[in-house]
């Protein structure tokens, strides 16, 4: 029993040492393994600090706040530059205005929230491809997800599979369209918001409804550069409109009345009563019902949805120009659109 002792003792005797005993025991082939096995580590250690000092110095020159800068990770660190590299190529690519003088007044930061804030919605810049180069910094305010994690994801990563091929469609770029193509669609994304309007689960987000409204920038000589600008503008229809100019209608799926309050006799000159079992349509003017049967379209499908301005027959005579906000509400056995 002793001799077991003494023989654990003796074998474990190097490791007491230290690592300098050990490798002096050790045999040649054993020390050229272990020194190797160092040399690794050490050369790792290296390039992670080297690489650590290379993000670091690459998150300073992203134009974005120390406490934004803090949070970043290695990812999110590279598809920020990639995004702030290919904004500031859109913006060498257009007008050329925006370089060629360094005393040229730029518009205070209060001047651009102001605009913002009368828009109520964001600003979202797409690639070709649909890449989310630039989104404006009030997007957190809509759709519960920061600027910084958005920007560089692909804008099919957070809308609605159904909507895909629509959006798609939108960003087809072509010579022939001409760099003043207008774009006008309703798209769903995801939204970290709760019905209260807090900031909820990533894992929880919901669809929000957005109508979309921009121009393509086209540049022929670089499909790189070329974009579509979008302001995008959420549809919140669950609060009350109180505007003196507005009224509120129900309809059947078939664009019939159904309902209509009594502040649309002051506005169109119509009795309540007198448009129901009526379709929209026969109200509507004849160049405008393809613009409404679109946007009718994207109500059944998506459930809101905004028609634009279009002329609406007045019972006097003649047409005034409105908008309406729709959405669809299920009751038992039926499906009702309601209009703003």
């Known amino acids: 029993m002793f001799l077991s002792w003494l023989g654990n003792a003796l074998g474990s005797w190097p490791k007491r040492l230290g690592g300098k005993a050990s490798l002096a025991l050790a045999t040649p082939a054993t020390r050229s393994r272990i020194s190797g096995r160092r040399r690794r580590r ?18 300073r020159l992203l134009p ?42 730029i518009a205070p930061l209060d001047e651009t929230k102001m605009y913002l804030k009368i828009l109520e919605g964001f600003l979202m810049v797409l690639s070709t491809t649909g890449d989310m180069i630039f989104l404006s910094d ?26 895909h091929e629509e959006i798609r469609h939108n960003l087809r770029l072509t010579a022939e369209l001409g760099c003043s193509q207008k774009r006008d669609f ?22 929000k409804v957005l109508h979309c409204q921009g121009r393509v920038k086209l540049c022929v000589a670089s499909s790189s ?23 509120t209608s129900q309809h059947g799926m078939d664009m019939r009345f159904t309902y ?20 929209i349509y026969d109200l509507c003017h004849t160049l405008d019902t393809s613009c409404l049967n679109k946007n009718h379209l994207n109500l059944c499908l998506k459930s809101q949805s905004v028609s634009g301005q279009y002329r609406m027959l007045v019972r006097s005579g003649g047409y005034v120009w409105q908008e309406k906000q729709k959405k669809t509400l299920k009751v038992p056995n039926l499906f009702k659109l309601i209009f703003f």
């Open 42 to 59: 050490k050369a790792a250690r290296r390039r992670r600090r080297v690489e650590s000092d290379v993000f670091g110095d690459l998150s």
């Open 64 to 105: 974005l706040q120390a406490s934004v800068r803090a949070h970043l990770d290695k990812p999110s660190i590279i598809r920020l530059t990639l995004s702030f590299i290919r904004m500031q190529a859109l913006l060498r690519a257009g007008e050329g205005r925006l370089f060629e003088s360094e005393t040229e007044e």
């Open 138 to 163: 009030n997007v957190s305010k809509y759709m519960g997800l920061s600027q910084t994690e958005l920007m560089g994801h692909n804008i099919f990563e957070y809308t609605h599979p159904c909507d």
């Open 186 to 207: 309703v798209m769903r994304i995801k939204s970290a918001l709760t019905h209260r309007g807090r900031v909820g689960n990533l894992k929880s987000t919901t669809w």
């Open 225 to 247: 550069v070329s974009c579509l600008l979008l302001t995008c503008r959420p549809l919140p229809l669950s609060h009350t409109l109180l505007s003196t100019h507005t009224f």
């Open 260 to 279: 209509c309050d009594q502040r649309v006799t002051s506005l169109l000159g119509y009795r309540p009563e007198e448009l129901l079992g009526r379709s």
